[in-house]
């Protein structure tokens, strides 16, 4: 006869209190907290690159091909304390705001009509392979010609450096908008201007805002290039100007502080413009990380 089967025996468990557990979360130590702030670590990687500077031109020693990081800030914060050079940049970031934005309303209506239709599509995209490759510099003496000395040829050359990266891009985004979103806003009985502007322009954002960061690198490094080449309307002439200039009396520490000035605010637009207007659009909406 088989023998019966044991009974299991009962097991009680007492409840355990959640603060009564061992450490879940190692607190972290004071360096990596330091090392998850983004702005100190680039803070740090400007500092190495300029001991790195101040040192090799230490060793180099010779002021006219590359004067010290020192000198160079000495130059800098003088040149601005005596309203020079505030001035200069002002003339060339006026110059650069026409041209950008005369470049975005062209791009986003050629955009649009892209949108629109097949033959508007093809035109954009004929448009931008022909003159996306172009260099904006290579046409300023073509604008000289048409429109002479003055800021309306920078500001031409200006355009078309802003007007195809930030129109391909722009359409690029616009073509990766996925088809659940379209159906959505044909449904709801969106078309022209109204679906671009509260379907697909919302979905292709994070597109739209890469193409506006390379517009505006390219339009920031072609005035500074046309600057250099006549740059001065009135006797009055931008950044650009100011560094070919001292350039001509040697004054090579007040050249690298133009120079510099050229850096800053691209930091400044790149820190603070972009990345708030990144901050509070795609990355809070997800779209980025």
Not at 138 to 164: E, Y
């Amino acid at each position: 006869m088989a023998d019966a089967p044991r009974s299991r025996p009962e097991y009680v468990r007492e409840r355990i209190d959640e603060r009564d557990f061992g450490v879940v979360e190692q607190p972290l130590t004071v360096l990596e907290r330091l090392y998850n702030i983004g702005w100190l670590r680039k803070a740090l990687i400007l500092a190495i690159l300029a001991a790195i500077w101040q040192a090799y031109a230490m060793v180099l020693h010779n002021d006219l091909l590359l004067p010290t990081f020192g000198a160079t800030v000495k130059a800098f914060v003088t040149r601005t304390l005596s309203g020079e050079l505030p001035a200069k940049a002002w003339v060339s970031i006026k110059v650069l705001l026409q041209g950008y934005g005369i470049g975005l309303a062209l791009a986003m209506v050629l955009t649009v009509v892209a949108m629109a239709s097949r033959l508007g599509n093809d035109l954009l995209e004929t448009l931008t392979a022909m003159f996306n490759p172009l260099p904006a510099i290579a046409l300023l003496p073509l604008a000289l010609i048409w429109f002479g000395l003055g800021n309306a040829s920078i500001v031409f050359v200006l355009v078309h450096a802003v007007l195809w990266p930030v129109a391909l891009n722009t359409h690029s985004g616009f073509m990766g908008v996925s088809n659940t979103l379209r159906m959505v806003g044909r449904n709801y009985g969106l078309r022209g201007p109204a679906y671009v502007a509260k379907i697909l322009v919302p979905a292709a954002l994070a597109s739209i805002l890469t193409g506006l960061k390379i517009g505006w690198a390219f339009a920031w490094r072609t005035l500074i290039a046309a600057e250099l080449v006549f740059g001065t309307t009135s006797g009055s002439g931008g950044l650009g100007w100011f560094i070919y200039e001292n350039k001509n009396m040697l004054d090579i520490p007040v050249v690298f502080a133009g120079l510099f000035a050229v850096i800053v605010i691209g930091l400044v637009v790149e820190g603070l413009v972009f990345r708030t207007l990144e901050s509070r659009t795609v990355r809070r909406w997800g779209m980025q990380t």
